[in-house]
């Protein structure tokens, strides 16, 4: 599910970067991805209340609309963090190691093989993506991050317990705020939700800080 999932993200990416795709194209493209994943398994099955570790299963309608929610959400969101050099790579390598020793605490090989090739290939490609970047990731990059990350998380909560997903959250807290400010300051607005502003969090940053290496 990861790997058919993954080529099928790559390959949007790579048309986007080379042609350039409308986002609506692109969202039904990784709507079919993530139910590409949710066939073979990663799915949100149930929520828990933390503080009583009391869990409700959810129907199978519900379980498939939050999975892919979940999944959509996260690969755009890295994509939107994808702002200043080196920023999603660094952000998505903190992200991977967190969700990796998750997987591994929690018994999940599958989890814990992906998640250290994976960040082992973003610290790998960091000192070349960072400011001044020679390569760069670009939709075609930004979103298999951000798909891969939402499965890790998936799939570390599938093998623990039922406060498992509370720490995913908390790990990807960052592109989740950004994502949820992007679209209320839209809404709000008065502007399509995917239009694109240069009002994200590092765009502030980049503004307080003065060089994309001190923000990032």
């Known amino acids: 599910g990861l790997l058919l999932g993954g080529v099928l993200i790559l390959s949007v990416g790579a048309f986007d970067d080379r042609y350039t795709l409308?986002?609506?194209?692109k969202l039904i493209v990784q709507g079919l991805a993530a139910?590409?994943?949710i066939f073979y398994g990663f799915r949100i099955e149930h929520i828990?209340?933390?503080?009583t570790r009391t869990a409700w299963m959810l129907p199978s309608w519900l379980m498939t609309l939050v999975s892919m929610?979940?999944?959509v959400g996260i690969t755009n969101a890295l994509n939107l963090l994808d702002g200043l050099d080196g920023l999603a790579t660094g952000v998505a390598a903190i992200i991977g190691s967190t969700l990796t020793i998750i997987c591994w605490q929690g018994g999940a090989e599958l989890?814990?093989?992906v998640g250290m090739a994976f960040v082992g290939s973003l610290l790998g490609f960091l000192p070349r993506n960072f400011s001044p970047a020679r390569i760069f990731l670009g939709d075609t990059g930004a979103l298999f991050i951000g798909y891969v990350l939402s499965l890790l998380a998936i799939e570390g909560y599938r093998q623990g317990?039922?406060?498992t997903f509370v720490v995913p959250l908390l790990a990807l807290a960052v592109p989740i705020m950004d994502v949820g400010l992007s679209v209320l300051r839209r809404l709000?607005?008065?502007?399509?939700v995917m239009q694109a502003d240069r009002l994200h969090i590092h765009h502030k940053l980049?503004?307080?800080e003065g060089s994309q290496r001190a923000a990032v």
């Open 161 to 163: 317990s039922v406060l």
């Open 188 to 192: 709000r607005g008065h502007t399509a």
């Open 206 to 208: 980049l503004e307080s």
């Open 111 to 113: 989890g814990v093989i």
């Open 22 to 25: 409308g986002p609506w194209t």
């Open 69 to 71: 929610l979940w999944i």
């Open 48 to 51: 828990a209340d933390p503080v």
């Open 35 to 37: 139910m590409i994943a």
